[in-house]
């Protein structure tokens, strides 16, 4: 199988992406640029990069050579025409949450090819912690033997903000050395454990290359604990909403369901810790249901481990009995809380 070369429509489109990349870089950001030497003009090259923002996407594509091709995200539409951006740019989209072996199959065969392919190991831009990472970069690179080009982009998180402010956020680039192509023990009952032990390997490494701060958020974000609960007006107090409360706050996790429901979240997100009227308790829970069983299918099983997903579920259903058994006339709020634990996992870092 030979991936398909770029049409002059897709080739344009990059060329189109690529300068208005520039453009938002020169006028609205303030970035920095370390080890663009590194970047080898040959493939078969696996470009890797922590991946925290949209903008991310932009940068490497910016980055990578105009013939080289990229994974995006196939399993659900991205808001302002993005889908339609990222199709005409020549793309392989991926459901991820399944095994989309259709994809599997062009990604590797790029990679066959002798071509570049950029991906981000860590899936998407939800808040994870490092040890979440995904498999897929790894085994790529196992099974094409392609080498692996680590990056790390500081100050992209949530940057979109900084950036339609015009406040010129600080975003650095860093291109790391180049590592061999990911070596397996040949052990199937231990494959799994092998490649998902290379990916967090590879994010580490990543790490070590963030600024301070970005390095800040991924150590907080093996220390954050989430807790909620249902208050009715002048009445009880519900709890056990915990796994609930953490996608309600972790932004970027929250943030392509509450696009996609529009005025139905506002006891979700505008209105969140407010008393609001039963009904639009209601309405909020029945429209993030009826995403989660339909577009947004296995959207919660990728980003969150199962048990957390499910518990998602029940806790939107146990919200939404409360609800119609509550008078027509109550108020209610849920009240959600990040929290930081004192303690850690120990890590090392292997440069």
């Known amino acids: 199988m030979q991936p398909k070369p770029l049409n002059f429509q897709q080739q344009l489109m990059v060329i189109f992406l690529t300068m208005m990349g520039r453009l938002i870089e020169f006028f609205l950001t303030r970035t920095t640029y370390v080890g663009l030497n590194k970047i080898p003009q040959e493939g078969p090259l696996l470009i890797v990069s922590n991946h925290a923002s949209t903008y991310d996407a932009l940068l490497i594509r910016m980055i990578m050579p105009r013939r080289a091709y990229f994974v995006g995200p196939g399993d659900f539409k991205l808001a302002l025409g993005g889908t339609w951006v990222l199709r005409n740019s020549g793309v392989i989209f991926t459901k991820r949450g399944s095994v989309d072996r259709q994809s599997l199959k062009q990604m590797e065969a790029v990679l066959n090819n002798g071509e570049m392919l950029g991906i981000f190991p860590e899936g998407g831009t939800w808040e994870k912690r490092i040890k979440d990472v995904k498999a897929g970069a790894a085994y790529l690179s196992a099974t094409t033997n392609a080498p692996l080009l680590p990056m790390a982009f500081g100050g992209t998180y949530q940057v979109w903000y900084d950036i339609f402010r015009f406040q010129r956020p600080r975003i650095t680039v860093r291109v790391g050395d180049l590592l061999p192509p990911v070596e397996l023990s040949g052990d199937r009952k231990t494959r799994q454990d092998e490649l998902q032990q290379a990916s967090i390997d590879l994010m580490w490494k990543i790490y070590a290359m963030l600024p301070e701060a970005d390095q800040k958020r991924y150590d907080e974000m093996e220390l954050q604990r989430f807790s909620g609960a249902i208050e009715v007006e002048g009445g009880e107090t519900h709890g056990d909403y915990n796994e ?29 810790n407010d008393f609001v009227p039963v009904r639009d308790m209601l309405d909020a829970v029945q429209t993030f249901q009826t995403l989660l069983a339909g577009d947004f299918k296995g959207y919660l099983e990728y980003r969150l481990d199962d048990a957390k997903s499910q518990a998602v579920y029940r806790q939107l259903d146990t919200l939404a009995e409360l609800a119609r058994s509550a008078d027509a006339n109550a108020r209610l709020r849920l009240v959600v809380e990040m929290y930081l634990v004192d303690e850690t996992e120990p890590h090392s870092v292997n440069v």
Request: no cysteine; hydrophobic share 50%.
């Open 244 to 272: 609930l409360a953490e996608l309600l706050l972790k932004p970027n996790l929250l943030a392509p369901l509450k696009m996609n429901s529009a005025e139905h979240n506002a006891p979700f997100t505008s209105k969140l």
